[in-house]
């Protein structure tokens, strides 16, 4: 039983790799559209598709309006991505479902232990990933609506982003509890639930139980709205979230029920 159990666990595992990959790529895909759909929308490139389509009036439809065809298959491209990725992240999150519902039939150290790396996976998966995009608009006479800025940041990126501006102390502080503590977090509950009949692994759940519950949500949630502080401008902000902040929410739950489960099973022994 015990064989069959790892058998069938195995390729969950492995899905949530492959679903947590193609996720990635296709959103960085949807990314790159969208950075390049904003240059297109920026003051010089309306500019351009003004020009065009009037060349294209003038000449009585001989010659094409390239930006706007451009344009068309940017937009087509991205959307295209944009589906991928987010299929592929409810694919993820199905997966992530039954490895939870799994999890229950099996033995209390078992079932901790497949939680515990699914929350890892989750919670690579969400660190890597996008959580946000920013794009300032503005409505400029003759020309439209133009994109005065766009940015995507993940939690990574807005962390690198803030050491950059010299933010040094709140890039730290992010580091620390969104990324360091979360990671030797998780693979320290690994760790115990391994190494479970050893006296020292009550001395580290002990520790992380305490710690966990300053590291989690509340600073996550600090870190999403720094992305969006920093994007300075004159224009109308409009935010959209991303995977990330998904695949993060799904490594707050999962872990917190590890957490839970890992205690439980220490006290028992």
């Given at each position: 039983m015990k064989i069959l159990r790892i058998i069938l666990i195995i390729p969950m595992f492995l899905a949530l790799g492959y679903f947590g990959v193609r996720s990635y790529e296709h959103a960085k895909c949807y990314e790159s559209s969208t950075a390049i759909i904003a240059q297109q929308c920026d003051a010089h490139g309306l500019a351009q598709g003004k020009l065009d389509k009037l060349t294209s009036i003038i000449s009585f439809g001989l010659i094409k309006d390239e930006t706007k065809e451009k344009l068309?298959?940017?937009?087509?491209?991205?959307?295209?991505?944009?589906?991928?990725?987010?299929?592929?992240?409810?694919?993820?999150?199905?997966?992530?479902?039954?490895?939870?519902?799994?999890?229950?039939?099996?033995?209390?150290?078992?079932?901790?232990?497949?939680?515990?790396?699914?929350?890892?996976?989750?919670?690579?998966?969400?660190?890597?990933?996008?959580?946000?995009?920013?794009?300032?608009?503005?409505?400029?006479?003759?020309?439209?609506?133009?994109?005065?800025?766009?940015?995507?940041?993940?939690?990574?990126?807005?962390?690198?982003?803030?050491?950059?501006?010299?933010?040094?102390?709140?890039?730290?502080t992010i580091l620390l509890f969104s990324v360091l503590v979360p990671l030797l977090k998780i693979t320290t509950l690994i760790f115990t639930i391994i190494f479970r009949n050893y006296k020292f692994s009550h001395t580290l759940i002990n520790f992380f139980k305490h710690l966990g519950k300053w590291s989690m949500i509340d600073v996550f949630v600090v870190a999403t709205f720094l992305?969006?502080?920093?994007?300075?401008?004159?224009?109308?902000?409009?935010?959209?979230?991303?995977?990330?902040?998904?695949?993060?929410?799904?490594?707050?739950?999962?872990?917190?029920i590890t957490t839970i489960k890992t205690i439980k099973l220490l006290e028992s022994k």
């Open positions: 068309n298959k940017l937009r087509e491209k991205q959307k295209e991505n944009q589906n991928i990725s987010n299929q592929n992240l409810r694919y993820f999150m199905i997966v992530l479902g039954i490895l939870l519902i799994f999890s229950f039939t099996c033995t209390t150290g078992g079932s901790t232990l497949i939680l515990a790396i699914s929350s890892l996976i989750s919670l690579i998966f969400g660190l890597i990933n996008p959580i946000l995009m920013v794009t300032i608009h503005k409505e400029v006479e003759h020309l439209g609506d133009v994109i005065l800025s766009f940015e995507s940041k993940g939690i990574l990126g807005s962390i690198s982003k803030l050491f950059d501006s010299g933010e040094i102390t709140v890039a730290i992305v969006y502080l920093t994007s300075n401008g004159n224009g109308v902000s409009i935010a959209e979230i991303q995977i990330g902040l998904y695949y993060f929410l799904a490594y707050v739950i999962i872990s917190m």
